[in-house]
């Protein structure tokens, strides 16, 4: 049965410098097997389907599959499956306020001159890491412990630990290396630093993480990162919103998600979704 499909340029106002993701629009009727083989032959970090709403507070419902699992909830995909949702004709119930369902529950999306931007979902882990584990991620980022200006769990759904060093330059000549950690669980490292005043962007961010065979891989442009250290960077003072921030930068991306936030605290994380593809697949 052929379906509507769009792969989807996330993250960056430039061509194919932001984060790809696969979106296969009409997606009711395939099974989770049907869709994680997909999302497998796809190669890309994340692939998602488009279904009918459970809710009757959603406009649709979204499944998110990486490479290795379903995944509750995922920034870039969030966005792109939106823009996908909306370029193939979907029609939300209010102009200014999307509302997606998925694993994690209900995202409103909002519409504005920068583009979509999703609400940032409550931490699930906050607070200070252990000191030996601070010693850990030195060592598995190649930098001396006192190179480490702060570290907090900072984790909505993918386990990040965020690491603040003293500039985005610091941030950029990190040469990270998971063999030289000893503990047994995942790493998921989001790693920060602040870029003069003045400069374009405001923070150089990094996300390095392991995949399903715990070997390495780095991000190009991470939605729920950047929502959670938005939070922490925040509620600390270290950051004034709206501000812009930079990733992908060492992998020859140029992803800017934009943060902003109410006078509530919403923290909102957006930027550029844009169709590079779009078509049929035969599924």
Known sequence: MRRRFQQVDVFS???FRGNPLAVVVDADGLSTEEMRQFSRWTNLSETT???????????YRVRIFSLAQ???FAG???LGSCHAWLAAGGVPRDAGRIVQECGAGLVPIRRGGHGLAFAAPPLLRAGPVDEAFVDQLAVVLGIARGEIVDAQWADNGPGWVAVLLRDADAVLALEPDFSRYSGGEALNIGIVGAYPPGAECAWEVRAVFSDEQGAMRE???TGSLNASLAQWLLATGRATAPYVASQGTRLGRAGRP????????TVWVGGPAITRIQGEVDL
């Open 13 to 15: 106002p430039l061509p």
């Open 70 to 72: 379903e995944l509750p």
């Open 219 to 221: 991000d190009p442009v």
């Open 76 to 78: 870039h995909p969030t």
């Open 49 to 59: 389907f488009i279904l009918p709403p459970a809710s009757a507070e959603a406009d």
């Open 258 to 265: 934009r943060i902003e936030q109410d006078a509530d605290g």
